[in-house]
């Protein structure tokens, strides 16, 4: 198991940023989604071809950082990257719609302690207001947009962490083959972090079932 942990690590990180990457950094434009085309609508909630691309590239570029020169439109194709990509960008709009139903909320304190704690808006250790404003300035992106993004991510973060908490593990039997306290913790982790994992992706499809979704796929074909 072991074996395996390491061998799908690249993999699991890669789709973990997947799901928060397009709430978190800095954007390459605007994000008026009025202006924008639907590719995808999840109940009232849009996602625009400027979510899609923005957030494939960003994949994209991951990979390409994993994988160096190995990684071509051929290994791509193989990962299914394009439909992962807005696979990922659905089940967030889901999660989040299900936190509004029932009724999760990031207050003003949580969100000023997250960006407070933003490395890159700290000098020496401390936030540092003008270095955060003058990085959003360079990014065009407004103090409003950004901070919408993260409430965005931590209601994500939030809502998962309920659904986990959720699956319960079985320590007695972790142990029991392992017979190492050392290896019975990555043992025990790696279990939890994949138990959780289909937790959420069982919630996410069940609630899909429920909602009005519509994908337009020809505008990425």
């Not at 993999?11 to 990457?21: K, M, S």
């Not at 009724?103 to 250790?125: M, P, S, V, Y």
Request: hydrophobic share 40%.
């Amino acid at each position: 198991m072991l074996h395996f942990m390491r061998k799908h690590a690249k993999f699991f990180y890669v789709f973990f940023f997947l799901i928060i990457i397009s709430f978190i950094g800095f954007y390459a434009g605007p994000l008026d989604k009025s202006t924008t085309i639907p590719l995808a609508e999840v109940g009232k909630e849009r996602i625009t071809l400027d979510d899609y691309y923005r957030t494939y590239d960003r994949a994209r570029n991951l990979y390409r950082d994993i994988y160096k020169e190995k990684f071509d439109e051929e290994m791509e194709k193989k990962l299914k990257l394009r439909e992962k990509v807005l696979e990922s960008l659905i089940e967030e709009k889901v999660l989040l719609l299900a936190a509004k139903e029932i009724g999760i909320i990031i207050k003003d304190e949580e969100l000023e302690e997250a960006i407070t704690h933003e490395q890159a808006f700290t000098r020496n250790g401390v936030f540092d207001r003008e270095i955060y404003l003058r990085t959003l300035e360079l990014n065009r992106i407004t103090p409003e947009m950004f901070e919408n993004s993260k409430r965005q991510e931590l209601t994500l973060a939030k809502i998962k962490k309920i659904i986990g908490e959720s699956v319960d593990l079985t320590d007695d039997k972790i142990q029991q083959m392992s017979g190492d306290e050392k290896i019975a913790k990555a043992l025990r982790q790696a279990v939890l972090a994949d138990k959780r994992e289909r937790a959420i992706k069982s919630y996410v499809d069940g609630l899909k079932k429920q909602m009005k979704i519509k994908i337009n796929t020809e505008l990425i074909s």
